[in-house]
């Protein structure tokens, strides 16, 4: 029969909440890739926390890998909770540049070269003295450009993604754009005198070249097969992505620094000149549609999404087009870059605000004060940013992360291991009535539980001493960010020498979390 043991402070109070329950059989799934800074491994012992996984909803390079700036896997902010956005954290690295999130890590141009930063912390986990801007991520590297502008050439780095290790660098003589896109084993760079380059993605060795004989201030975009970009000599190109071959040029009215967006066949940019959007069939450059803005200046990427074009015009409103026929849907003074879109809404970095506008109807949902700011990127529930300085991360609700630490790194038949399970509320809200469900790990029985952390501290369902079976502990009580709630699980080992023991955990709370893939972890250790 299974005990109810409890552990309280006088003051508190109690509440067991049975619809968290739904959780219990979570602790039987693996967990995957270990990003704890603090695992073990030795012959004895090796750990492996949950950790987040290449996903469709990344956001690999400026463009995004659909070339429309916008998320169309992002499901946990939307309409009804962006209003709720709050600092998550905010990493003080300076420069600029629209951040990259793959894997959990944010790659982002800073003052003096690039950075990944823990995408849940803000924590930097390494920078890399060259390159900056806009990255681009594939395969497990990072691509960034570098120039000198005095000397006039460029670099193109590639790095390796977990550690900033340098993989290649190849130097170009020529002042290089800062947002490189990456498609199909190449890498396509745009250059501010009059070129755009394609590099092999795997050496650094340049394929081929073309020269409009203007300035290339547009990004480039690659879709089926076929690079896209502008110049200022008024017009926009298209070609082979693998040979270089020209396919199309369309003359525009001015000069082109928007980065095209691609879309159901459709290729959407701006002239800068001219206040011109556009809209040219992908595969011949015929102009479908044109809208003048009321501004002489349209230097932002559009973004595309559900059959609307959103770019800011050069007279400081933000432009919602019917994307089939130009006509204007809404507008909203806002200024700006280059926007993105995610789950109905559009989100958009003033000179002074990034705002959060309802995607159908233009209507504000949320703003929040900055100095400058770049480009934005959504992800899981999160929007990165970079103004000011610093990079910051906004999010709803409550981003649990959890760990589990063996007290032993040697362990012997008969001795008592503790398992630590700490568990981290990253916020930026409070969570409400955290549940940790986990088990008496085979080849060991229970001896007793502790629980420390938090007002509250909780209560637990536990087989009887010496027994086997199933952990669900409560915290009974809110945990604010940045604080800590630790189950301490102790053990005896029955198990033989040679046996592996495998001890698994996992964490909700009643608060939305946006990240559940910090919330399950798994420990091993082998009894000697």
């Not at 660098?169 to 890498?187: C, F």
Request: hydrophobic share 40%; aromatic share 10%.
């Amino acid at each position: 029969m299974k005990s109810l043991i409890t552990y309280k402070k006088q003051t508190a109070s109690f509440k067991i909440v049975g619809s968290m329950l739904t959780i219990a059989l979570l602790w039987l799934m693996p967990a995957v890739a270990n990003t704890s800074q603090d695992a073990q491994t030795s012959n004895n012992v090796s750990t492996a926390s949950a950790a987040p996984s290449a996903s469709l909803a990344d956001w690999t390079q400026f463009l995004r890998d659909n070339m429309q700036r916008w998320n169309p896997y992002e499901t946990v902010l939307g309409v009804g909770n962006v209003g709720k956005l709050q600092v998550k954290w905010k990493s003080p690295i300076g420069g600029g540049g629209s951040p990259a999130v793959v894997n959990g890590v944010v790659y982002i141009g800073g003052g003096g070269g690039l950075y990944a930063l823990n995408a849940s912390t803000g924590v930097k986990l390494w920078s890399f003295p060259g390159g900056g801007g806009s990255p681009a991520v594939a395969n497990g590297v990072v691509y960034i450009a570098s120039s000198d502008y005095t000397h006039g050439v460029g670099t193109v780095y590639a790095l390796n993604a977990n550690t900033g290790a340098k993989l290649w660098s190849d130097v170009i003589g020529d002042v290089l754009l800062d947002s490189p896109a990456v498609a199909n084993g190449m890498v396509y760079i745009s250059s501010r005198s009059n070129g755009i380059y394609a590099l092999n993605a795997s050496t650094g060795a340049t394929l081929w070249s073309y020269f409009t004989g203007g300035i290339i201030a547009s990004p480039p975009a690659v879709a089926n097969g076929v690079v896209y970009f502008g110049d200022d000599i008024d017009a926009v190109y298209a070609l082979n992505a693998s040979t270089g071959a020209l396919l199309w040029r369309y003359q525009t009215e001015g000069e082109v620094h928007s980065g095209p967006a691609v879309a159901n066949g459709v290729v959407y940019i701006g002239d800068f000149n001219g206040g011109t959007v556009y809209a040219l069939n992908a595969s011949t450059g015929a102009k479908l549609w044109s809208y003048k803005t009321g501004g002489f200046l349209v230097d932002s990427s559009p973004a595309v999404a559900n059959g609307v074009v959103y770019i800011t015009g050069g007279d400081g409103n933000l432009y919602a087009l019917n994307a089939s026929t130009g006509a204007k849907l809404w507008s909203y003074a806002t200024g700006g870059r280059s926007p993105a879109v995610a789950n109905g809404v559009v989100y958009i970095a003033s000179g002074a605000n990034v705002y959060a506008l309802n995607a159908s109807t233009g209507a504000k949902l949320w703003s929040y004060a900055t100095v400058g700011g770049s480009h934005t990127t959504i992800v899981n529930g999160v929007v990165y940013i970079q103004a000011g300085g610093n990079v910051y991360a906004f999010s709803v609700g409550a981003d649990l992360f959890l760990r589990i630490r063996p007290t032993l790194t040697t362990v012997h038949q008969g001795d008592l291991l503790t398992f630590a399970f700490p568990v981290w509320n990253l916020g930026p809200t409070n969570a409400d009535f955290e549940v940790l469900n986990t088990q008496v790990p085979a080849g060991t029985v229970i001896e007793y539980i502790r629980i420390s952390g938090t007002p509250g501290l909780g209560t637990c369902m536990q087989p009887p001493y010496h027994g086997t079976g199933q952990i669900v502990c409560h915290e009974n009580s809110s945990m604010a960010p940045n604080t800590t709630w630790t189950v301490r699980v102790t053990v005896k080992v029955t198990a033989p020498p040679g046996t592996v023991i495998a001890e698994n955990a996992a964490t909700m709370a009643d608060t939305l979390d946006p990240n559940l893939a910090n919330n399950m972890a798994t420990v091993r250790v082998k009894v000697q």
